[in-house]
């Protein structure tokens, strides 16, 4: 079983930036993925970005060349670089694994609050 722990939420006035950090650990056979997502309160889990082990790297549309997630592989872990914040960025923001032998492990959130 693989456990995910994110780290680095917290307050920030919108034009400022955050670094989160997300962490695999556990039973882990080769991590394929690692994603980034965030849900706003009464609304649906987005994707926010996608690392993947090939070197690949996805977002979502509303990142807007704002956002960078980056990894260190010899550390499961992989960051997101979040600039020029928003209001409308804050929400609660999960990790993701995607191990191919043991499938994949949400984390329990940390939240991103920005303010006006």
């Known amino acids: 079983q693989v456990q995910v722990l994110e780290s680095g939420g917290g307050l920030v006035q919108a034009g400022g930036s955050l670094r989160l950090s997300c962490a695999a650990s556990?039973?882990?056979?080769?991590?394929?993925?690692m994603g980034w997502y965030r849900q706003a309160p009464g609304k649906q889990r987005d994707l926010v970005a996608m690392?993947?082990?090939?070197?690949?790297?996805d977002y979502g549309d509303f990142v807007k060349g704002r956002f960078t997630i980056s990894a260190d592989t010899a550390k499961n872990t992989v960051y997101l670089q979040m600039n020029n914040l928003k209001p409308e960025d804050t929400g609660v923001y999960y990790c993701?694994?995607?191990?191919?032998?043991?499938?994949?492990?949400w984390g329990q959130g940390t939240q991103v609050t920005v303010s006006s």
């Open positions: 556990g039973m882990i056979f080769g991590i394929n993925a």
């Open positions: 993701r694994a995607f191990d191919e032998g043991s499938g994949s492990a």
């Open positions: 690392w993947g082990n090939a070197g690949s790297a």
